[in-house]
């Protein structure tokens, strides 16, 4: 009996150390383009996203909760928890986490032309 509750908490323990290594790598792998013509999402030299300025319908600020609710969008961020940037577009959006999230959304609202 001691010897599964060693392994659930070795497993436990190895997962929530791969979560923070996979995390990691992320954040410091996938980087947000601010493109003339669009916003691209790139993870290495990999395009993960694109959206034109003129297919943005609406840009949010999302608290962590929020992130976590069911929704159409692509999750491309780099946090589990923590505010994020909710883009919507016509079919499909996306939810980044930049590090700024407040100027960041107000970036992507002025090139979008959103008031």
Same mark, same amino acid.
């Given at each position: 009996?001691?010897?599964?509750?060693?392994?659930?908490?070795?497993?436990?323990?190895?997962?929530?150390?791969?979560?923070?290594?996979?995390?990691?790598?992320?954040?410091?792998?996938?980087?947000?383009?601010? #493109?003339?013509?669009?916003?691209?999402?790139?993870?290495?030299?990999?395009?993960?996203?694109?959206?034109?300025?003129? #297919?943005?319908?609406?840009?949010?600020?999302?608290?962590?909760?929020?992130?976590?609710?069911?929704?159409?969008?692509?999750?491309?961020?780099?946090?589990?928890?923590?505010?994020?940037?909710?883009?919507?577009?016509?079919?499909?959006?996306?939810?980044?986490?930049?590090?700024?999230?407040?100027?960041?959304?107000? #970036?992507?609202?002025?090139?979008?032309?959103?008031?």
């Amino acid at each position: 009996m001691t010897t599964i509750i060693l392994i659930g908490l070795l497993g436990t323990v190895v997962l929530a150390v791969l979560t923070a290594v996979s995390l990691a790598l992320l954040h410091a792998f996938t980087r947000y383009h601010f #493109e003339d013509s669009g916003i691209r999402v790139t993870l290495l030299s990999f395009t993960l996203w694109y959206c034109r300025w003129t #297919e943005i319908r609406s840009v949010q600020v999302v608290s962590g909760w929020q992130i976590l609710r069911p929704s159409l969008t692509f999750r491309l961020g780099t946090k589990v928890f923590g505010p994020g940037v909710q883009i919507s577009r016509r079919y499909w959006g996306a939810i980044l986490t930049p590090s700024d999230p407040e100027e960041f959304a107000r #970036e992507v609202r002025q090139r979008a032309m959103l008031h």
